[in-house]
């Protein structure tokens, strides 16, 4: 049982360019998320999906995008990089509960130059 | 919007004694969880404890328990008997039916563990 993977575990982008940042869960979780981490900070949320379809934006969304097509894939995509989102991103997932564990991938960490 | 604050960015302690870690959160919603995680240099996020706000009775797990004091919005963290291996960021993290149960979590306490 492989949890949550991410893909690639590290990048170097260079300013402008663009990706895309893989996630996906063979638990089949209905809840799936992203967030970034800052040094220094916590974990802050970019988008999640309540299921195949359905997405929404979470509280830093700028300059990501993001699609649910699967119940198992949630990709987050980079456009026209910027120094600013230089973090690691964590992608996470859950089943609908307040009281339920939410699983982490292991991050991926990038850095824009 | 709910808030999670944890005011000591950097604890330590020394093997084998207790330290408690704190954490604060402000919301005016009823149903809701509390969780610390752990990160270890590894990166991995790791759920150590979780406490629902409905129950009094704190939650233990092994050597790590939990002070909840709901009036207060109080959510701290007690490790008992430290070992090198509990050495990590620790995250609080608030979880409620607002944005899809997504968590919100602390800046984080830096735990060192020494000899």
């Known amino acids: 049982n492989a949890g949550v993977t991410q893909t690639p575990k590290f990048r170097i982008l260079k300013i402008g360019q663009s990706m895309t940042l893989q996630c996906t869960q063979d638990m089949n979780h209905n809840y799936m998320y992203w967030y970034r981490q800052d040094p220094g900070m916590g974990l802050k949320l970019i988008y999640y999906s309540v299921g195949a379809g359905i997405t929404d934006k979470g509280e830093v969304p700028n300059g990501y995008n993001v699609s649910r097509s699967t119940t198992e894939d949630f990709p987050l995509r980079l456009e026209l990089a910027a120094p600013s989102q230089t973090s690691v991103y964590f992608c996470a997932s859950s089943y609908v509960g307040v009281d339920t564990e939410a699983f982490f991938g292991q991050g991926t960490r990038l850095t824009v130059v | 919007a709910q808030t999670v604050t944890q005011s000591q960015p950097e604890m330590s302690v020394q093997e084998a004694e207790t330290v408690t870690l704190s954490c604060t959160y402000d919301?005016?919603?009823?149903?809701?969880?509390l969780f610390w995680y752990k990160q270890p240099p590894s990166r991995q996020m790791i759920l150590v404890i979780r406490?629902?706000?409905?129950?009094?009775q704190n939650a233990t797990e092994n050597r790590f328990s939990v002070n909840f004091q709901k009036a207060a919005k109080s959510f701290s963290l007690k490790i008992s008997d430290s070992q090198l291996g509990d050495a990590a960021m620790y995250f609080c993290a608030y979880r409620s039916p607002f944005s899809g149960y997504a968590l919100n979590f602390g800046k984080g306490t830096s735990l060192l563990v020494t000899p």
């Open positions: 406490q629902e706000a409905y129950k009094q």
């Open positions: 919301t005016s919603e009823s149903d809701y969880y």
